[in-house]
């Protein structure tokens, strides 16, 4: 194979993404992400917590929001769709950090410190 064939092929197989379309879902995705951490922040501020213990409990309560829909299969097909408005927020990290121990999970290997019942 020679160097234009294998051009031709690497454009093929990867053609070019539509940059606006992305940068919209992003920038929509991402600020509904920030959106929902607001109402959770109003939501523990009305409750008469301080403003620094509500901002941890928004940080708490949008990771587990994402490691429960890494859980269920969904994160992934929203982060096809909003790119980096789900990747860069800390919900992005909850997943980076939630996929694979759910995969590790699921090959029913033992894992250190957790106990099975016996057949």
Known sequence: MNKETY?????????NSPILKDMCFAFLIGGLICA????????????GLEKDISSTLVSITLILLSIILTGLDLFDSIAKVA??????????????????AIEF?????????????AP
């Open 105 to 117: 999970k699921s090959d029913e290997r033992d894992i250190i410190g957790l106990s099975r019942k």
């Open 83 to 100: 790119g980096a408005g789900t990747l860069v927020p800390i919900t992005g990290f909850a997943n980076s950090v939630a996929a694979p």
């Open 36 to 47: 929902i951490g607001q109402v959770f922040m109003n939501i523990y501020m009305s409750l």
């Open 7 to 15: 051009k031709k092929l690497t454009e093929k197989a990867s053609p």
